[in-house]
């Protein structure tokens, strides 16, 4: 995804990466971390994914998902909800048909045709193959490979709050930019403290 996710990106007002920790948040103002560390509005809010013919949903699975249920106390399978129509169309226009346009350079098409052959002999394409944050390009690299049997949707994605039936949308179309109160930014970060490898996959959001 092109998008500036809640995973944390910057925001026009620039904390340091070395400066988003715990004793540092503590005096700075609460919206202003959960800025840094929620993301900010991004032409892409929302997220893609390819659904076969059989149902069988098409959509790499990243450890930085980890990272974010960890940090925002989430749990369970992800979820997904397709947008409407409408968006659904303009957002696949504007931010898939380009991509799909490069990705028929003549000079790609024996890579693609490798990996048609991997899905043939009943093998799947490893998610090591696809790039987190760009979820539009990855939906389109497995519409090549699968085919007329793939559709691209997009709509929002997320995980039910932990002991709730209650869902976060990571990656929510409609969202406004504003904080969710329900995600404490303090309790983010001494989750994050705990915790090396989900700080270095957050943090590495930070330029």
Known sequence: MTKKTRRGVLSKKKIPKSQINLENAMMRDTEEIADHLCGTVGSIRGH???EL???TV???YFETYDAIKYMKDL???VIRRPANTDIQRSMTINHCLPIMKQLRDESLKSH???LRETIKMG???SDDSFKGGYCHANSVINKIIYGKDAKIIYGDMGW???GSDEIFWEFEDAWDGKHDTRINPIK???RLEKHPRYRELIMGNFK
Do not use: H, Q, S
């Open 48 to 50: 893609f994914w390819v």
């Open 53 to 55: 013919a059989d149902g």
């Open 58 to 60: 098409l959509d790499p």
């Open 75 to 77: 749990e369970g399978d």
């Open 112 to 114: 693609f045709d490798d």
């Open 123 to 125: 093998d799947r394409v």
């Open 160 to 162: 039910k709050f932990r």
């Open 188 to 190: 983010m970060l001494k």
